[in-house]
């Protein structure tokens, strides 16, 4: 059963860069031909895609975002990061890792999500 | 970009209603849109994929419906574990977007 499950600090300081790992279980992130992505739930502004990674390691990133985001895979670990540079409180989010396997494909599997808040 | 608008933001339901959300794209996206479940403190669950298409394992109580710029989600009978938030994502084509919700309690 494939899971994912995100990580990393919970408190960004403004201007800041925010950084996430996803771990994938029970499934390989590199070999199998499926996109991995990140999504971000404020209350403010909803559901958000953030941009996602290509098993052969392209990328493609949300316009509103892509002069601070980027993805990259770790193969030997099987995990996938997320670097989001210059945080603003607009930034306050829970981020989820997910999957979806052709380019029209749904989200099929998510992780369970990390709370990131930007404060000082 | 595509936009996402779903109605309405909210509803109140007796166990047993029939409820309907609908979903509208700014442009035409063809069958590419799916629905989602999430309940407080969870990541969405897939419910509805192309459309019409039920995942693997969902009640086939709930049925999608639509094409093009206009969708439905319909729960044919609302069961006590239904009370969530839905969304509706379209998969059209990049940047992915999702619209804002509806969530529905109980009456």
């Known amino acids: 059963q494939l899971q994912l499950e995100e990580s990393g600090p919970g408190l960004v300081r403004p201007s800041e860069t925010l950084s996430l790992t996803c771990t994938v279980s029970?499934?390989?992130?590199?070999?199998?031909?499926?996109?991995w992505d990140w999504i971000r739930q404020s209350p403010g502004k909803g559901l958000e895609w953030v941009g996602n990674i290509y098993y052969t390691g392209s990328t493609n990133y949300n316009p509103s975002l892509k002069s601070r985001v980027t993805i990259s895979v770790d193969r030997p670990k099987n995990q996938m990061s997320l670097r989001l540079t210059s945080v603003t409180a607009a930034d306050t989010a829970v981020y989820y890792c997910a999957r979806h396997q052709f380019s029209t494909s749904p989200f099929d599997y998510w992780g369970q999500g990390a709370l990131v808040i930007v404060s000082s | 970009d595509i936009q996402m608008t779903q109605s309405p933001s909210s509803l109140s339901a007796s166990v047993g209603a029939r409820v309907t959300i609908t979903c509208r794209a700014s442009q035409n996206i063809a069958t590419y849109l799916n629905w989602y479940q999430q309940k407080p403190g969870k990541a969405p669950k897939l419910l509805v994929y192309?459309?019409?298409t039920l995942q693997s394992g969902v009640p086939a109580r709930f049925s999608g419906s639509g094409s093009g710029t206009d969708f439905t989600l319909t729960i044919s009978s609302l069961q006590p574990e239904d009370f969530a938030t839905y969304f509706c994502?379209?998969?059209?084509?990049?940047?992915?977007?999702f619209g804002p919700g509806t969530k529905v309690d109980i009456k």
């Open positions: 192309a459309a019409s």
């Open positions: 994502q379209q998969s059209y084509g990049p940047p992915l977007s």
């Open positions: 029970g499934g390989s992130i590199v070999s199998d031909s499926y996109y």
